[in-house]
């Protein structure tokens, strides 16, 4: 008996026409990231937004609000907003979060507000995703281990060469299994 298997797209040229609508998982997002010769590590997002066709605005934000991402009908373009008054990591991971809302909820809804991340407690599911994505992009888990076997195990140097907060390096090291004050 034959197996009929829908066809992954796990590489930017499985993608027909680099049809953005495919890319909807971490993996699919760095295999395009990659085939347009974006730097992976550290991830540039904000190159990876501009290939999406996504504009990035560093704005003030009121409160604890990190990002926006929305559909700007008039301008017929997808737009991030991100709080300028965050650390630089705070805001890569925001874009890379806001991503993560563009290519796994975009068909569903055409406003994101996120407060800021790994905060709080309670989260919905979207966040969640959101979340998820952002950390698999930004610290890919093949180069995560890869940098860890090479003997680089302390969270400021881990959290330096990906550009992400201390904080966001150490929940996807829990995430991975791993545990220990190094890594």
Known sequence: MAIIRKKKFTEAGDIPDNNIDLIDTPDKLLAFADSKRICLIPLEVEKVAAELG?????????????????????????????????????????VAHELGHFCLHKHYKKFFEDQVFFRGGETTKEEWQANDFASVILMPEDEFREKIKSGIAEIDKLSEIFQVSTLALRIRAKNLGMSGHGL
């Open 54 to 94: 996504i504009q990035v605005e560093s704005v003030p934000l009121k409160g604890d609000l990190s990002g926006i991402l929305y559909k700007d009908e008039n301008k017929n373009c997808w737009i991030i907003q991100v709080n300028e008054k965050h650390h630089p990591n705070r805001q890569r991971y925001t």
